[in-house]
């Protein structure tokens, strides 16, 4: 954990000092070109260099897969550091010392928390290794070898009210226990018992390898089948993905996770040799743990249990890979069980042959849902079509959204329009998705930041810009560049950088300051990409006025109705000489 107190002045003094080229070429061998320096992306495969690095900007982006940032980010991505230990690891390679901070009551707390859980994981594998029990004779039965075992850190909550409760209150307290999810108030009386009895105990880990709860599975049929630690400080499992923290690196380089169900489905194919696993933890994927796998990976193959049950829980868990910008595959597991059947009983081969065939998300659902077609009534072929408006309207790439959906009516045998009028109103006020920084505009926006960046806009064409024109994340680069756009001033953008607060804002600082040259036919077009930038504020002004109406009227305020009216009248008037 970091201890420095960094502030934004610290913070710009250390990515100043730091060669960015120096610290990315220990990764990926990089080469003069220009001005800048091209390479390889250490974040996807590819065979012709699409990654650029300036030195002096201080910035990198890939515009293969559209990853950048600063020195910072880079260390984040590489050796999954977090933003203040990445500074203090710059800091230390370049000589400066960083003022240091007391830690704060919150932080001594989570540390203690973290504490307690590790030696609650030693415990419970101590647990497991005394003679015979019930854990031990499950790990038996379903052949689990011992490598595994210390491996995976299994372990035994022996079948009493105060294991844990002996091996670490008289250290840690019982409150403490009660906090990390190890023990439970009593409803009569004063005390604490054991929350995990009985079970055989799997821990949890979070994506750095720090074990923050654990999965307790029931022993002798009481329910829940499978227990978890309630959501605590450390602990939040719609934030979480088992086995990440093992498959993390080969997730980023092999482009592509698998997604399973359940702990010893990831754990048969991690051990097997497959790269890649994690586990959802059995419960429904949360957008949350979307947003986590596409920090590693733009492809996630779902491989859940091969029943109905399985099959439903794919095409639920689909639409919210998609959303946050992720391409789907589905495996399908050709009448096992589940993936651990299949390791277990055909081998590693096998699962990657299947894994090989998986399936994209929309034929996947084709077979599901429209391999009887010949025998649905309309009403059926109705409600079935219906059923793919969630994954149609989670996609936010229209060329992909429109082929699937003359797919889906192909397959069902009707005219593209019949399907994509249940899905255009849904895909088209769906929220922004991870990789689409803007809106419909973004081509466009783009385009002027660019220019004006490289400072190709006439003195005329800078006049006309506002920063309502700009959607986020380019309305915040733009209001923080826009002194020195209009004053023609050189851009500093390590100082930029430094005014940045979020990911989306770096990435696309990188992307557009180290962009090519805009040529001369962009230029002379340039017109055509302000003007719907123009228009689209103004039916967006449009809009908020309508609103604005509205509640004026319903205050009774008669002097903002009159001004909001005039107001309205001017923008209608605008728009209309603008189209």
């Known amino acids: 954990m970091a201890f420095s107190d960094l502030n934004d002045s610290v913070i710009a003094q250390v990515r100043q000092a730091a060669d960015i080229v120096d610290f990315i070429a220990q990764v990926t061998p990089l080469k003069l070109a220009g001005k800048s320096y091209k390479g390889l992306c250490p974040f996807h495969r590819e065979k012709t260099p699409s990654f650029t690095v300036d030195r002096g900007k201080g910035l990198f982006y890939c515009f293969g897969c559209g990853t950048g940032g600063d020195v910072f980010k880079f260390l984040t991505l590489t050796e999954r550091f977090t933003f203040p230990e990445a500074v203090e690891h710059v800091a230390s390679r370049v000589g400066i010392e960083l003022p240091k901070k007391k830690r704060t009551p919150k932080e001594s707390d989570k540390d203690d928390l973290l504490e307690v859980l590790d030696e609650a994981s030693e415990a419970f594998h101590q ?345 986020e994340p380019g309305k915040t680069l733009f209001s923080i560049m826009k002194g020195d756009l209009m004053s023609g001033s050189p851009i500093d953008f390590q100082q930029v950088a430094t005014h940045l607060r979020g990911e989306a804002e770096l990435n696309l600082l990188s992307e557009l300051s180290l962009s090519e040259d805009i040529d001369d036919q962009t230029l002379q077009r340039i017109d055509e990409n302000l003007r719907p930038m123009e228009r689209a504020y103004l039916e967006r002004r449009n809009l908020e006025i309508q609103r604005e109406i509205v509640e004026a009227e319903r205050q009774g305020d008669s002097e903002r109705t009159g001004q909001l009216y005039a107001e309205k009248m001017a923008v209608s008037r605008m728009l209309n000489e603008a189209k």
Do not use: C
């Open 127 to 471: 647990a497991l290794g005394w003679g015979d029990n019930p854990a031990r004779r499950y790990l038996l039965e379903r052949k689990v070898e011992e490598e595994i075992v210390k491996k995976y850190g299994f372990g035994y909550a022996p079948d009493s009210w105060d294991y844990i409760l002996t091996r670490l209150a008289r250290k840690h307290g019982e409150k403490k226990l009660e906090m990390a999810g190890l023990a439970m108030p009593r409803k009569t009386g004063n005390g604490y018992y054991d929350r995990f009895r009985n079970r055989l105990m799997i821990p949890i880990h979070n994506e750095s390898g720090t074990v923050v709860g654990f999965g307790g599975r029931s022993l002798d049929g009481s329910d829940p089948k499978y227990l978890n630690s309630p959501e605590s400080e450390v602990f939040n499992k719609s934030r979480l993905l088992y086995n990440l923290h093992r498959s993390k690196d080969a997730m980023r380089r092999m482009d592509r996770a698998i997604l399973v169900e359940g702990y010893f489905d990831a754990i048969a194919i991690d051990h097997a040799g497959v790269p890649g696993v994690v586990a959802s933890m059995g419960t429904s994927l949360t957008t949350g743990q979307a947003s986590l796998l596409r920090r590693f990976t733009s492809h996630v193959v779902i491989a859940y249990d091969g029943d109905n049950a399985g099959r439903n829980a794919t095409l639920r868990a689909a639409p919210v890979l998609l959303a946050a910008g992720l391409n789907v595959s589905a495996l399908d597991l050709q009448g096992e069980k589940d993936p651990d059947s299949v390791v277990q009983k055909q081998g590693a081969d096998r699962f990657l042959e299947l894994l090989g065939n998986a399936t994209d998300i929309f034929e996947f659902g084709l077979g599901e849902w429209a391999g009887d077609v010949a025998k649905l009534t309309g009403r059926e072929k109705s409600e079935r079509v219906e059923q793919f408006v969630p994954l149609l309207s989670a996609v936010s790439d229209p060329v992909v959204r429109n082929d699937a959906a003359q797919r889906i009516a192909d397959a069902f045998r009707l005219e593209f329009q019949t399907v994509w009028s249940r899905v255009r109103s849904k895909a088209s006020t769906a929220p922004d998705r991870q990789r689409q920084p803007f809106g419909p505009s973004a081509s466009a926006e783009k385009t002027i930041l660019i220019a004006a960046i490289q400072g190709k806009l006439t003195a005329a064409q800078l006049a006309r810009l506002r920063e309502e024109y700009f959607e």
